[in-house]
């Protein structure tokens, strides 16, 4: 019982001879289709899937398919909210941070303006870690002193800003710390 049909197509009708070129033939063999092989060997798809409807039955092979379009479908939506996950966590951080202003009162920072202008976490990050209260765990475990974040980053980065003549945020005390 022959389950595949074969054509075989000879080496001289798929390249020009002449010309010595690796460009395909015009020449269309019968039976040729577009399922041909680079080695010249035609399978005809359909006869594949006779064989299995013939040998399991079609609703064997007909459930087999649609499981295996139901895991292609899953596995996009796992793909799809994978990336929706991974996306959606880089925008966890909140727009405004009130940080601890010690005697002056509390800073209202506006951490997604920085990040949006900077556009690098490690010029601020890199005195104190990517986390609540950072800045305060840092100063109690001795890494940090008082007021060393305002005065080395911020009240300087806007110095350096207004001196180049871009617009920058406050660089006096009271203009940030608020006493309510």
Known sequence: MKFFQMNLIKPENVFHAASKSISPSVKWMPG????????????????????????????????????????????????LFFCAAVFGAEEKNEAKILLHGGNNGEVSFDHKLHQTILKDCSLCHMLFPQETGGIQKSVKEGKLKEKQVMNTLCINCHKEKKKAGVKAGPVTCSRCHSKK
């Open 32 to 79: 040729h289709n577009d399922s041909t092989i680079n080695h010249g060997i035609q399978l005809r798809p359909i006869y594949i899937l006779g064989f299995f409807v013939r040998r399991y039955g079609y609703e064997a092979v007909r459930r087999k398919m649609e499981m295996r379009l139901i895991k292609k479908l899953g596995a996009g939506f796992m793909i």
